[in-house]
């Protein structure tokens, strides 16, 4: 059926895309893609499916643009009902394969999961909780804060990810974001 093959339990990946159904009868996929531009999840081989608890690779044999989203055929999928088996798979990549940053800057899946700490109130900063993910809006990204064990209250906020402005420091190291954001807003 396919040339699939299991990864590593040791390889780090990053969430890239996700298929979301099939196009045509000779085994095409829809995918929905993280990365911007949407067409450059074509730069990254192979591709990690998670697949009812199993993780597969599959090459990209071609990938394209069609309307509105983007399109792909992978390697040893080659009829509707391969395609389909592959329906809800998220789309994973090795993080080695991603391009170094600038100083400065960050990847989300780096920011999921940090500890959201508010500098807004006199004294001690407060523990507004953990980034659950993110949010493109438009106009800037926004942190999505969900409360964890030691926030202040049990309330889901959104940040804007507006470094200097709203973020005032991020610190892989310590897991965490210090933000100029009211606990009250």
């Known amino acids: 059926m396919s040339k699939s093959t299991e990864k590593p339990v040791s390889i780090k990946t ?14 095409w996929v829809k ?9 450059g999840i074509f730069n990254y ?3 990690y499916l998670n697949l009812n608890g199993q993780t597969l ?3 990209v044999e ?7 989203g983007i399109i792909a055929k992978l390697v ?9 088996s592959l329906a809800g798979s998220m789309i994973e990549v090795t993080s080695d394969e991603l ?3 600038e ?7 780096q920011l999921e999961k940090l500890k959201v700490l508010s500098v807004a109130t006199e004294g001690e900063p407060v523990l507004l909780g953990k980034v659950a993910n993110l949010v493109e809006t438009g106009s800037n990204d926004v942190l999505v804060v969900k409360p964890c064990s030691g926030s202040i209250d049990k309330r889901e906020r959104w940040v804007p990810y507006l470094p200097d402005q709203f973020v005032l420091n991020v610190d892989l190291e310590e897991q965490t974001i210090t933000v100029d954001w009211d606990p009250e807003f």
């Open 14 to 27: 990053v969430k890239l895309g996700k298929i979301t159904g099939v196009f045509g009868v000779k085994g």
């Open 31 to 39: 995918v929905y893609a993280y990365t911007d531009p949407m067409e």
């Open 45 to 47: 081989q192979p591709w």
């Open 57 to 59: 690779a599959v090459e």
């Open 62 to 68: 071609k990938g394209q643009r069609h309307g509105k």
């Open 76 to 84: 040893g999928y080659d009829d509707r009902d391969q395609a389909a």
């Open 99 to 101: 391009p170094e940053l």
């Open 103 to 109: 100083s400065g800057e960050y990847y989300w899946h």
